[in-house]
């Protein structure tokens, strides 16, 4: 069975990206030609360090500048549309394991609508916002060691696992047999991808670990027997993307720029199906 270790092997340099978001330090994003999927190098040893900052704005409710209320807006459209996404499966039980659940608000719209809840977010400070809304969450999937779920989602979390071949094992094991496993990846051949090349937000190094095309999707979880059964597209990380790519290029908000970007990848990706991020619906074989 491949092993993570196996991801990094015949790398071919391809960008050098800077972390916008807290060091300023650079970083190799490589290609895999194997699985098709840039990887990110080196790994720093204390990745952990990599996530404290005021603006990270995942663990955070801060409505204070242009970004985080461009993504506070985007957050609550998207909340409705996953959860229509989740109530159109066939679920027995309707529970639910969210991982990387962040201040626990797509997990509060589902215990609204009676999902049994669960869920997993590393981050001290983003579990304190969420247990503020009466949500409670788990540090780590060892926590759920033995039980299984209808649905497992991951928003926007699989590029940050470090050990990602043998964490495709866990999840299959949470997963019951007929349940649906949700992943949401921003895709390195977008066109907003192509534009803004070392400037793209969603390269996010070096927390994003891994950049992720369908066919790298795909090929992962295969390794683990399961199966890529419907790709959705994420048209509203088009716009934001672009708007934090502005951003790191120009060192200024171009608001009009980032937006007439965001249509255009939109546009082109009706035609080849390479929208900014990809949601991958993925079932046991």
């Known amino acids: 069975m491949e092993t993570t270790k196996e991801l990094y092997k015949n790398l071919t340099p391809l960008l050098n990206c800077i972390d916008h978001t807290v060091s300023d330090e650079s970083y190799e994003v490589m290609y895999n030609k194997k699985y098709d999927m840039l990887v990110t190098s080196p790994v720093p040893e204390n990745l952990e360090n990599y996530y404290v900052s005021e603006t990270y704005i995942s663990h955070t409710d801060s409505k204070k500048t242009l970004f985080d209320k461009a993504y506070q807006l985007v957050k609550n459209h998207t909340l409705k549309q996953k959860l229509k996404l989740i109530n159109s499966f066939n679920s027995e039980e309707k529970t639910i394991l969210d991982i990387g659940a962040g201040t626990g608000d797509f997990l509060k719209v589902c215990k609204e609508n009676n999902w049994k809840i669960s869920g997993i977010e590393p981050s001290e400070k983003a579990r304190n916002f969420a247990s503020k809304k009466n949500i409670e969450l788990q540090e780590d999937i ?144």
């Open 142 to 285: 060892s926590n759920y060691k033995g039980k299984q779920f209808d649905v497992i989602s991951l928003w926007h979390v699989l590029e940050h696992i470090p050990n990602l071949i043998e964490y495709t094992n866990q999840l299959k094991k949470l997963l019951k047999p007929n349940g649906v496993l949700i992943i949401a990846v921003p895709n390195y051949k977008s066109y907003d991808a192509k534009k803004y090349k070392e400037f793209w937000a969603a390269y996010d190094v070096p927390r994003h670990l891994w950049h992720f095309s369908k066919t790298a999707i795909k090929k992962i979880f295969a390794t683990t027997n399961m199966k890529v059964v419907k790709i959705l597209p994420m048209k509203f990380d088009a716009f934001y993307v672009s708007l934090l790519s502005e951003k790191y290029k120009n060192n200024t908000s171009k608001p009009i720029s980032a937006f007439f970007t965001g249509l255009t990848s939109n546009m082109k990706a009706k035609k080849t199906g390479e929208y900014s991020s990809l949601i991958y619906l993925i079932k046991n074989n």
